[in-house]
């Protein structure tokens, strides 16, 4: 059993927890909260990241519709979504991810845990002033929600083939997020 969680592991399909026996993450879901629920008629979720939280209901044919709570990381504002299948939510509010494509397995968890949704530009601006950090990627919730309805296509399938963030440009480009952060040049 260990051996085989190993191997999922090293094939990036599971994250393991620092014991090296507990599933962390298994893309798009989580075992530990990163700032994200996702509830569904009969099942709540951690939701991962954003990402994965707008990821859940394309993916899970049962629950395909969700309800998507987090908090703005700046000013602790609650903000919820009805996310389905047919179309993005409506909101005003902008995702912001950290961490650029080619180095999120670097630290999985940290950048699952900040690729975030913020009330909005000025909320973004004053995190990235008090945490020290450089801007990523700023996009809408249309973005986000085309960004994860299509990305773990066939996951739940037998003989699924993992995607490789760094190698996935076209996919990135289709859904409208482009530039370095995204492995192309500006
Ligand atoms: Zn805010
Ligand atoms: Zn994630």
Do not use: K
């Not at 620092?18 to 700032?35: E, K, M, N, Q, S």
């Not at 047919?86 to 950290?98: S, Y």
């Not at 801007?135 to 996951?155: I, K, N, P, Q, T």
């Amino acid at each position: 059993m260990l051996h085989g969680l190993a191997d999922l592991a090293a094939a990036r399909h599971l994250v393991l927890g620092a014991d090296g026996a507990t599933v962390v993450l298994a893309h798009p879901f989580a075992t530990i909260p990163l700032g994200f629920a996702v509830m569904g008629a009969r099942t709540l979720w951690w939701g991962g990241c954003a990402w994965d939280s707008f990821a859940i209901p394309h993916l899970v044919d049962d629950e395909p519709e969700v309800l998507v709570a987090t908090t703005c990381p700046a000013c602790g504002s609650p903000h919820a979504w009805i996310v389905e299948r047919g179309a993005p939510p409506p909101g005003e509010q902008l995702a912001h991810f950290l961490v650029p494509v080619s180095r999120v397995w670097d630290d999985v968890v940290h950048t699952c845990g900040n690729q975030r949704i913020f009330c909005g530009r000025g909320c973004i601006d004053a995190w990235l002033a008090s945490t020290g950090n450089r801007e990523g990627s700023v996009f809408d919730l249309a973005a986000l929600w085309r960004l994860a309805a299509h990305w773990y296509d066939g996951r739940l399938d037998r003989g699924y083939t993992r995607r490789e963030p760094s190698e996935a440009h076209a996919y990135f480009e289709s859904v409208g997020l482009s530039g370095e952060f995204w492995g192309l040049p500006e």
